[in-house]
């Protein structure tokens, strides 16, 4: 199991607001994921996006069953607080270009976090890419 857990649900008093952690350790753990079923079954899998709708104001959801998650070993316990979804597209070149991406708007403000790592063509995983981090 690759995913971190969290329990999501209310805060209570004085607890701290939902962090982004979930997303780094989450994407990271994808691209993990992503990869080493491409190098036992020698192809990437694009999967998700999912849950389908963005969790909103940094609610839980339950992370739903997903064939093409649980295929490649990505299944987060509990619920999630970000949408998760692996992206396989043909670069130029025609070498594979793989996208692990977290999206969430821990405030509820209907702007999304979006949290990108990328595979080059050796495995090897980018630097986390955050657009609009405490969305």
Not at 77 to 82: L, N, P, S, T
Not at 113 to 125: E, F, H, I, P, Q
Request: with cysteine; glycine share 12%; charged share 25%.
């Amino acid at each position: 199991m690759y995913a971190a857990r969290n329990s999501g649900g209310r805060r209570a008093a004085g607890e701290a607001p939902p962090s982004d952690a979930e997303a780094r350790v989450n994407v990271l753990a994808l691209c993990d994921a992503v990869q080493s079923y491409r190098d036992e079954h020698g192809v990437y899998v694009s999967a998700g996006p999912s849950p389908k709708e963005i969790p909103r104001g940094g609610q839980g959801v339950p992370f739903p069953e997903s064939e093409a998650f649980h295929r490649i070993g990505f299944e987060p316990d509990g619920k999630v607080r970000f949408q998760y979804q692996v992206m396989v597209q043909e670069s130029p070149v025609g070498e594979p270009e793989v996208s692990c991406i977290a999206r969430g708007d821990l405030d509820g403000d209907g702007q999304n976090s979006v949290y990108r790592v990328r595979l080059d063509a050796n495995g090897m995983t980018t630097p986390i890419e955050v657009e609009r981090e405490g969305e």
